[in-house]
């Protein structure tokens, strides 16, 4: 749960970090907080690795269960069903919208981009694990650095297709 909830809390100050640039003082905050987050979500990795290496198939069967579900649950939350449903809009129309528009897309993407590499550094990107993640099509994340190897939260390929002007530049 740890790592699902701080993986969430990671991309919501990120999304709040970059679409912000130029006002100083939320880019401060929110850089504070996300090296705090990154910190807490590296200490769940560093702590929990070994704990998960000597696991029962029973209990790797239950923590599996707990990522599928809790990844499910966080995709829909952002498609906003009960928002469109509640405001009278057609579910079907708004929730393609969700899906497809760029900015929930790289929301989705700042998301799993640190969940993703961190649950299989835990060896938790099972089998079972990577076919419902393929599913949610947020597998291409597995290969960048765990919250252990990179504190930062890098700009999702959506975002800054968005925000050009957040692009880092070359030096």
Known sequence: MQIMVEGLALAAFGM?????????????????????????VAFGVLSLEAVYRQMTPSELREREDFIIEAAYLMRDRLLMQEVWERLGYDLAVWTKWSIETPFM????????SKIVPNL????????????????????????????TQEEKVTLPPMLAALFPQLAPTAS
């Open 16 to 40: 709040m970090h970059f679409m912000n640039p130029h006002e100083r003082l939320l880019q401060q905050i929110t850089g504070y907080v996300m090296r705090d987050e990154a910190r807490h």
């Open 105 to 112: 897309q790289a929301f989705r993407q700042l998301l799993f």
């Open 120 to 147: 299989k550094r835990l060896g938790l990107l099972t089998q079972r694990v990577r076919e419902a993640f393929a599913k949610i099509g947020v597998l291409q994340f597995e290969d960048m650095p765990d919250s």
